[in-house]
């Protein structure tokens, strides 16, 4: 979705104040779409004040969603999950739903 329409869901939204089915009907657009705009918008703490003047790659980078920090991988105890699998009823799903008992 282009960076201008982004902007018009902001801009209606907070400026305008209007409901989320009348902004996707003035601009032709999912209601999905202009809720996830809106909820990325309130998750960074913008309004329309603040991002009226803004350039498009400033707007689409205080959009992008934060990574959580990544956890290192940690290899698993093969020769324990082997062991384990030999137990009477050990499946390998019950095994990989408690990750850090291996």
Do not use: C
Not at 16 to 37: F, M, N
Not at 76 to 96: A, I, Y
């Amino acid at each position: 979705m282009s960076l201008r329409i982004i902007k018009n869901v902001i801009r209606l939204k907070w400026q305008a104040q209007l409901s989320l089915e009348q902004i996707a009907s003035t601009l032709g657009i999912s209601k999905g779409a202009v809720a996830k705009y809106v909820s990325l918008t309130s998750v960074a703490g913008l309004d329309w004040e603040t991002v009226q003047d803004w350039s498009e790659q400033r707007l689409s980078t205080a959009l992008q969603p934060r990574a959580a920090p990544s956890q290192p991988f940690v290899e698993p105890d093969w020769s324990r999950m082997h062991r384990e699998l030999d137990r009477k009823g050990m499946t390998l799903m019950l095994l990989l739903s408690a990750p850090n008992e291996i």
